[in-house]
């Protein structure tokens, strides 16, 4: 169906008293059997799929508000309305449903609305009480109206009849008459009685009357009478700020007149809302429903008129992008697109997916970059603002922008550089525009929300994308506080690793007559100059081993973050300190959650710099799992292999049984020609089966062997230790394992101190040590803990 006339958009109310948008279609009103009477049908736009079908109840109460709404009730708590695209359409419904009811298509109510409490009274009620009689508007009646209205408000059906009969005498504008004399003759209980009369109108709750009240003749004087409050001492000047303080400003000019208007009244609608009007008291908290469904569809329509005018919002990102834009220019189009967004999230989920898409094609996010990197701190932080709605909206959209950009600009100016920037440079005492930019960030690298699908896995391409173009940008800082060179961009393969050195200083000061040495040959451990300890990077490390994500762990490994680690423990020696501890713990959740891949990594490349460490069963603990999933892996190979021998042994077995043989003079050729006679089949299982426990004897050769001897890393508590100087000299290196997952890993350790084991005291107890030590013949001695 083309007809725009019948376009519409159907509404529920929510538990909130917000309005959910439920879809847009085309309406029709048609006799339903199944419904037995004429019905209103909205079959969905998109694919005829049917979004209402509701009987039009010859006693349901129907309300046509503000020309193209039409709103109704089908059950307790369950209200629906019709927002028709057209005047016309709305006219034409409008008038089915009063041939239905018998009504005057003229009236903008169908039924009186009535509770149940009231009905039977109502009923009572003479014909000629239809409506209630107004006194005249002169100024000695105001008090008598004033009561009046105040009396109705408890009473659903005295409020419907007060406001049918405000309608049909023009009474509205006869009373802001009254206002305008009362304000000349500085009558002021005048004035305070028409403030009750105007907020008891607005409490009525009618849309028929808001399109009065709020009308451009109307409004500033509703606004004035509203300014005289009884309870205030002086009136607010509410009206001097809405013409002279409250400006509207045309950053571009809108040259559709009704477009302004509505603008104009949503602003003082709001504001007559959320400034004039006093909070609602529990029993008036639904008297203004329909004036916030006023709002509502009034800003869904700006919003839409708005997204429809492609000339306009083009002409407003040339203009906001254009460098000869003067600063007061720029800032006053950053605020429109920010209230622009701020008005967005009255629309439903659906609405705003189109409305952030016409944004996102018509160029938002890169003009964005441009002022979010400007010195104007109003401009950044309206920028800011919109770049929060973009990213709450849409993470994965902006993911996708910054990795296009980045294959055509410099890493300098990405947009994310960008925010992470502004959030490091911020010169708020408070910090907080980089508190909201943190969070923005956040979200944008949080793996939880990142999207996988059959084509792509937003999750690593936008992770690498992150560490190859703005990890750099974002550890800056913390470089520049742990270290005098200058910052690399491959941060997370180098300074991040070479960060780590400072961890592995001793936690009290002392002097180095010679530098320590390390695991590597290459990588001086506790030498740094600085002789300062980084507690913040083994945290960062072991928050990041807590997450047991493979793509973590596959980075860590690669760039052999472990070494400088494992460097810290060996060059703290034998000190019980935090650092000895923390290292400790690290390793241990490794165990507990059995971490396959760090444990295969530890045990490979650094098990002979460890296993001298026995205070603790946790690295001994390591070794262990390791050997057991060796084992595991050798299983399942051998489990395999053994199925493929036994199946060809099978294969064999059927040729030897189909060998030609004569059954009744007749010869019974088999499938395949004999390799072996029948003879032969008992020494081929046995060959077969001798192979089969070579192989296997050679696997369990091949299994890496935990042996006793070897070096163990021990101390001295010579005269140096005693000084504070650290004498031990520890060099390992590594070759590669071998193709057949064995270990063929040989490690040279030389040490220049020694000590017996009695000299070790245990560092840290966990819960399993116990059952470990049952299950050794002999177990280290541990030490008392300090203090015991």
Not at 272 to 296: C, G
Not at 567 to 572: E, I, T
Not at 607 to 614: R, V
Not at 697 to 724: C, I, M, Q, V, W
């Amino acid at each position: 169906m083309s007809d725009t006339r019948r376009r519409v958009k159907v509404y529920t109310l929510n538990e909130d008293r917000q309005w959910d948008d439920r879809g847009t279609g085309h309406v029709s009103s048609t006799y339903v059997e199944e419904l037995k009477g004429m019905s209103l049908l909205v079959r969905a736009e998109s694919d005829g799929s049917l979004l209402l079908e509701s009987k039009i109840n010859p006693n349901t109460a129907y309300q046509k508000q503000q020309d193209t709404l039409i709103v109704w009730s089908e059950a307790e708590n369950y209200d629906l309305a019709l927002s028709f695209q057209e005047k016309a359409g709305c006219d034409e419904i409008w008038e089915k449903i009063c041939q239905v009811q018998g009504k005057d298509p003229s009236v903008e109510v169908t039924q009186d609305l009535i509770d149940e409490s009231e009905e039977e009274r109502f009923e009572e009620m003479p014909e000629t009480s239809h409506l209630i009689d107004l006194p005249t508007c002169e100024l000695n009646k105001l008090e008598e109206i004033a009561d009046l209205v105040t009396s109705v408000l408890s009473s659903p059906i005295r409020r419907e009849k007060l406001a049918l009969a405000l309608e049909n005498e023009g009474y509205i504008k006869k009373l802001l008459q009254l206002f305008q004399a009362c304000e000349n003759l500085e009558n002021t209980e005048g004035l305070h009685h028409l403030y009750e009369i105007i907020r008891g109108i607005l409490f009525l709750n009618k849309a028929t009357l808001f399109e009065v009240m709020f009308s451009d003749e109307c409004i500033m004087d509703v606004v004035g009478c509203l300014e005289y409050d009884p309870a205030l001492a002086q009136p607010k000047r509410h009206r001097e700020f809405l013409t002279k303080t409250a400006k509207f400003k045309e950053v571009i000019p809108i040259t559709d007149s009704e477009l302004r208007q509505k603008i104009h009244q949503t602003y003082r609608v709001q504001y007559i809302q959320d400034i004039i009007l006093p909070t609602p008291s529990v029993f008036e908290e639904n008297f203004l429903s329909t004036l916030t469904s006023f709002i509502f569809f009034n800003k869904v329509e700006i919003v839409s008129m708005l997204q429809e005018d492609e000339k306009f919002l083009s002409e407003v990102f040339a203009q906001l992008t254009d460098e000869a834009t003067d600063d007061d220019k720029r800032r006053e189009l950053v605020n429109f697109f920010k209230e622009f967004c701020a008005f967005s999230q009255t629309l439903q989920p659906q609405n705003r997916d189109a409305f952030f898409k016409t944004l996102a094609k018509l160029g938002i996010l890169p003009a964005l970059e441009i002022v979010m990197g400007m010195d104007d701190l109003q401009v950044r932080s309206a920028a800011t603002d919109i770049f929060s709605y973009l990213v709450e909206f849409s993470p994965s959209m902006v993911r996708e922008f910054v990795m296009q950009e980045a294959q055509q600009s410099d890493d300098d100016i990405l947009l994310i550089n960008v925010v992470i920037e502004q959030m490091i440079c911020d010169t708020d005492p408070e910090l907080g525009g980089a508190v909201q930019l943190m969070g923005l960030l956040r979200t944008l690298i949080d793996p939880e929300n990142m999207l996988a699908t059959t084509n792509k896995t937003e999750k690593s391409e936008f992770l690498n994308f992150f560490y190859n173009h703005c990890m750099h940008v974002l550890t800056a800082p913390l470089l520049t506080n742990t270290s005098e060179d200058k910052c690399e961009k491959d941060f997370f393969l180098k300074h991040y690793r070479y960060s780590w050195s400072f961890v592995c200083t001793p936690s009290h000061s002392h002097s180095h007559s010679t530098p320590s040495s390390s695991i590597s040959q290459d990588n001086i451990v506790g030498s740094n100059k600085n002789n300062t300890i980084c507690p913040g990077a083994l945290r960062f490390m072991r928050r990041i081993i807590g997450l047991k994500d493979e793509f973590y762990n596959r980075y860590i490994t690669k760039g052999n973050l472990f070494e400088p680690v494992i460097n810290a423990l060996l060059d703290n020696g034998t000190r019980y300190n935090l650092l000895n501890s923390a290292v400790i713990e690290l390793f241990e959740f490794i165990r507990v959650e059995d971490i396959k891949s760090l444990t295969a990594h530890i045990v490979e490349n650094f098990y002979k710099a460890l296993e001298s460490i026995e205070y603790v069963q946790t690295f001994k603990g390591l070794k262990t799992k390791y050997e057991q999933e060796k084992d595991r892996q050798n299983q399942k190979l051998n489990s395999n292999r053994f199925r493929r021998d036994a199946k060809a042994l099978e294969e064999d077995e059927e040729m030897w049984f189909n060998e030609d043989e004569e059954e009744e003079g007749k010869v019974i050729v088999a499938p395949v020609e004999k390799s072996k006679p029948e003879d032969d089949f008992p020494d081929n299982y046995e060959k077969f089966m001798e192979t089969k426990k070579a192989k296997e004897s050679e696997d369990k050769e091949n299994l890496p062997k935990r042996t006793s001897g070897g070096f163990k890393f021990t101390f001295s508590h010579s005269a140096s230790a005693a000084n504070g100087t650290n004498s031990k000299s520890v060099v390992a290196q590594t070759t590669p394992a071998t193709s057949n997952g064995s270990s063929s890993k040989t490690t040279n350790l030389a040490t220049s101190v020694t000590a017996t084991k009695g000299s070790l005291v245990g560092l840290v107890d966990y819960p399993d040590d116990e059952e470990e030590d049952e299950e050794e013949e002999t177990s280290p001695r541990k030490r008392p803990r300090l203090g015991s």
